[in-house]
């Protein structure tokens, strides 16, 4: 097998701080704090050595939040690993006709942000392309070249492990790239995107921007924000853009310097704080990917393909399109066969609605329905205990009903439906035929009558809960009304949450649900089709390999941290994360060659040695061409301008849930007060585990013992566009919610049976005790 080489993670998420020095590595874990570092970016560990440290503090000591930083590590795949191992400086390493040993690593990265040169962002118009008179952002700049400064593009940065071990995406007037950065701005100007540096194990370090933002707009009442997503003059400093590596190795039989790309650049995201790291959001990017890659990219056919096939999955390239477009082209169905793990599958998807209960105090107030103990709906003991089988009536009546006469009408009655002539004589049909003919009747009655005899008195606790997820194509449907007995009995769908566009009757997607990937296996398990493997022999040696063991591992474990809907336009990221026209494979953007390759080739790299690559390269294009791949600034450019005022404002909406006519309900055109009161909304969240409403924090300590106080949040600012200009500036302020530090580690794992507070607020300015 030839080795191969990647850049992991292949989307990896930095995030904005005001510390000017501080900082610290983002979570490469699901739920996970992030990582403790030195000032050069290496991990801090365990005193034996064996595991990283989490930080105890988001805030430097001054109070400022310390930027959280992307690392990026190569994996090399081969036959010793296939699944890949990490790359260390040292290694033996082979490619391009030669072998020889690591001795550095060129990293190349390209951050830009083109906010405020795309177009506005108006809910689900655009996913599938804009029209031409869809409004730009800054409409009166007109002009060609005026309308390119509005791009923030400090050009390409390099770093190796040697003398180049750290860049800053600073704005430079001497700069040999002709670079674009706004004019002054009020209340913060931008002078930089950030810095990136190699630490001591040659990995890249990303650290973004420093959540500034501004608008260049002077006059009577500026500055000033109108709207959740559009507001013209304003910059902010959050961006993305490729990550490229080159590898240099020592040749000794020729006694000289080679160098080998990476293929295929990784990609960064630098978006704002995670507030709330230990609590995923109920649909998370990975969830969004990894069900794209399956239904789009054929990445398990055993899960979802071709009906017949799943015993001997279709194997397809990925890479080939056209052999993806005959693929798809095909019935293609979920495997009804298949057992998700209950632990691995199962329950961490039924398990978020309880931890918003910390982030919302309406939620804790009536919270029977989402409640984990024994009391609750959620109880996990019961939810995860499989249906049981007495193996030994089945054999009784295996051995009852597998008669000739079963037989011969088994399979004429097979046979029958498949349009063909029933067998007569028996006899006479070919040996070989008549016992795989037989083997899968045995089967077949085997699979019937364990259904038949299987005692599943939890069934009922399965199906409640699945019966009132929202299903495909009911994005915007409330509740069924007027059928008493109707699956959900008048219950609101869940996740009772807002949707990708919850605002407007326009391409309305008024509430959230589940992937396609989600449904399928809570289906599953709703039927009993699922194993719980923590009741298994050998689980122990049946579990997967924690995140972060492999390459792909570590792709997944970063993206669960990030929001996965509803997209409107999200938080980290948008809906143009699940179009698979982005993408060389799931989790790999394909990038536009010319921004996310080095300024030479590999081959003649070695001929001028110390050479920068950062050579001249052309000017970022406003516009997209996804048959080319994305440039620098492309994956963020349709987020909320400033990312302050969608984060603001993204706490509670008022969704219309006058569902027989979602698109006809216009009484303000006409003052028609009667029409207006037949209308109904609902107040719903959006995605709490990003922006809180409320949360538990230490008011005081009486007798040493903690006393905890509900309070709201983002305090002094209103959740409505009115705050959105007070948090520009106060986002910087507010607290973070952790698991509490005063349960100790026996309350902890107890897991839901506390009556303390699991999560609490701390680390806001003006709230902590002393």
Not at 36 to 48: E, H, R, T
Not at 109 to 136: C, I, M, T
Not at 238 to 263: F, H, N, Q, W
Not at 326 to 331: C, F, S, V
């Amino acid at each position: 097998m030839v080795k191969t080489y990647h850049i992991h993670p292949a989307i990896g998420i930095a995030r904005l701080g005001d510390s000017p020095t501080s900082f610290c590595l983002s979570p490469e874990k699901p739920g996970a704090l992030p990582i403790q570092c030195d000032a050069q970016g290496n991990a801090d560990l365990s005193p034996d050595g064996t595991r990283e440290l989490t930080i105890a503090k988001f805030k430097d000591a001054e109070g400022r939040i310390k930027r959280q930083g992307a690392r990026f590590q190569i994996f090399v795949h081969d036959e010793q690993d296939v699944k890949g191992r990490r790359l260390r400086l040292g290694d033996r390493i082979e490619g391009g006709g030669n072998n020889g040993t690591l001795v550095d690593i060129e990293w190349r990265v390209h951050l830009a942000n083109k906010k405020a040169a795309w177009y506005s962002f108006q809910q689900l118009e655009g996913e599938h392309g804009y029209r031409p008179d869809h409004p730009l952002r800054n409409p009166d700049i007109t002009d060609a070249e005026a309308r390119q400064r509005l791009i923030i593009d400090p050009g390409p940065r390099t770093v190796d492990c040697g003398d180049r071990r750290r860049a800053s995406f600073n704005k430079d007037p001497d700069a040999d790239y002709a670079q674009t950065f706004p004019p002054e701005l009020n209340p913060n100007g931008i002078e930089t995107l950030g810095d990136i540096m190699t630490n001591r194990e040659g990995q890249l370090i990303v650290l973004g921007g420093h959540g500034r933002s501004g608008s260049y707009k002077t006059g009577m009442g500026q500055p000033r924000i109108d709207h959740y997503a559009n507001n013209d003059g304003w910059f902010d400093d959050t961006s993305d853009g490729p990550v490229m590596a080159r590898l240099k190795m020592y040749v000794d039989s020729i006694d000289a310097y080679r160098y080998l790309d990476v293929a295929g650049p990784a990609w960064v995201i630098a978006a704002y704080p995670a507030y709330v790291p230990q609590i995923l959001d109920q649909v998370t990017t990975d969830d969004v990917v990894h069900d794209m890659g399956i239904r789009e990219f054929a990445t398990d056919t055993g899960i979802y393909g071709l009906e017949g096939s799943f015993d001997n999955p279709q194997i397809v390239d990925t890479s080939d399109p056209e052999a993806l477009a005959l693929w798809r082209a095909q019935e293609l169905q979920w495997n009804p066969d298949y057992l998700p793990w209950f632990h691995r599958d199962i329950w961490p998807i039924i398990s978020r609605p309880w931890y918003y209960t910390w982030l919302a105090n309406v939620l804790s107030q009536s919270n029977f329905p989402h409640d984990q103990t024994e009391r609750g709906t959620f109880y996990k003991e019961l939810l995860g205990r499989p249906p049981t089988v007495d193996l030994n009536r089945v054999e009784e009546m295996l051995a009852r009903e597998s008669t000739e006469a079963h037989f011969r009408k088994w399979v004429n009655l097979s046979r029958s439906r498949e349009g063909k002539d029933p067998i007569e004589d028996f006899e006479d049909w070919p040996e070989s035929d008549r016992d795989r003919a037989k083997s899968m009747f045995h089967s077949a009655l085997q699979t019937r009558l364990i259904a038949f005899v299987r005692d599943d008195p939890y069934k009922k606790n399965r199906r409640y809960i699945y019966n009132v997820l929202r299903q495909a194509g009911e994005e915007n449907t409330f509740r069924e009304l007027g059928r008493p007995h109707s699956r959900t009995a008048n219950a609101p769908l869940m996740p009772l949450l807002a949707g990708d566009n919850p605002i407007s009757n326009t391409l309305p997607s008024k509430f959230l649900r589940l992937t396609d990937y989600q449904l399928f296996i809570l289906r599953q398990w709703m039927e009993g089709k699922f194993i719980n493997e923590a009741k298994m022999a050998t689980a122990r040696e049946r579990l997967p390999p924690g995140m972060g063991e492999s390459g792909h591992e570590l792709d997944r474990g970063v993206l669960s941290n990030l929001c996965g809907g509803a997209f409107c336009p999200g938080a980290e990221v948008g809906w143009l994360i699940r179009n698979p026209s982005i993408y060389t494979e799931p989790y790999r953007i394909k990038a536009a060659p010319r921004f996310a390759e080095f300024g030479q080739t590999a081959a003649s790299a070695y001929k001028t040695p110390g050479q920068s690559f950062d050579d001249q390269i052309d000017a970022l294009n406003a516009q997209t061409d996804l048959s080319v791949g994305l440039e620098p600034g492309d994956l963020t450019k349709q987020m909320a301008l400033p990312w302050q005022a969608d984060f603001n404002e993204c706490s509670m909406q008022d969704i219309d849930v006058t569902y027989e006519a979602w698109n006809d309900l216009y009484p303000d055109s006409e003052n028609d007060a009667r029409l207006k009161r037949t209308m109904r909304t609902w107040e719903t969240m959006w995605w709490p585990a990003h922006r809180p409403l409320e949360t538990l924090e230490v008011v005081s300590f009486q007798g040493g013992q903690p006393n905890y106080q509900w309070l709201g949040w983002s305090r002094g600012i209103p959740q409505t566009n009115a705050g959105d200009l007070k948090m520009v500036t106060a986002w910087k302020d507010l607290g973070f919610v952790i698991e509490n530090p005063y349960l100790s580690q026996a309350q902890l794992e107890k897991d839901h049976t506390t009556d303390l507070p699991r999560y609490i607020s701390v680390e806001r300015k003006d709230a902590e005790p002393t």
